[in-house]
């Protein structure tokens, strides 16, 4: 099989100079960490942002298809945690999975370190969730290390 040699022809030079460009644009774009470039603050706001974006495919699929309730839990904690607020294990129950099922993924992120429970200490009856200090850090890297081409928002 003949090789194509581009410097045979102007035509085959331009071509590939068209191919090439957008493609070494497309990797630097993949190259670049999210936030420096960008000067992007990563705000409980933007991954709230990214929630409702994900939810809203529920319009238009089987939300069953796209069910990830750990990642989902994972996001509104991390939302929390940047707006300072606390989270009770009911409210992070209420979503897209049944609160049976919610549970079952409360105690699964919990036995694997990402998550702690804590008791409110003026209602007994309630429980607080929130990410440990690991699975910040964890977050952080991950929302910091999206490519700058990509829409956080």
């Known amino acids: 099989m003949k090789q194509f040699n581009a410097s045979q022809s102007s035509y085959g030079a331009i071509e590939t100079k068209e191919i090439r460009d957008p493609l070494a644009d497309a990797v630097q774009l993949v190259d670049k960490p999210a936030t420096a470039e960008r000067g992007l603050k990563i ?3 933007l991954v709230r942002a990214l929630i409702k974006v994900r939810r809203s495919r529920d319009r238009y699929f089987d939300a069953k298809l796209f069910a990830d309730p750990a ?6 904690l991390y939302a929390a945690e940047l707006e300072h607020l606390r989270v009770s294990v009911s409210s992070l129950c209420i979503g897209a999975v049944p609160p049976t099922t919610a549970l079952r993924w409360i105690n699964a992120l919990e036995c694997k370190g990402l998550i702690t429970r804590t008791p409110d200490p003026l209602d007994r009856r309630r429980v607080f969730v929130s990410l440990t200090r690991e699975t910040v850090k964890s977050m952080e890297k991950f929302f ?3 490519p700058a081409g990509m829409p956080l928002s």
Request: charged share 25%; glycine share 16%.
């Open 43 to 45: 705000t409980g706001g």
């Open 144 to 146: 910091r290390s999206v």
């Open 71 to 76: 990642w989902d839990m994972l996001l509104e």
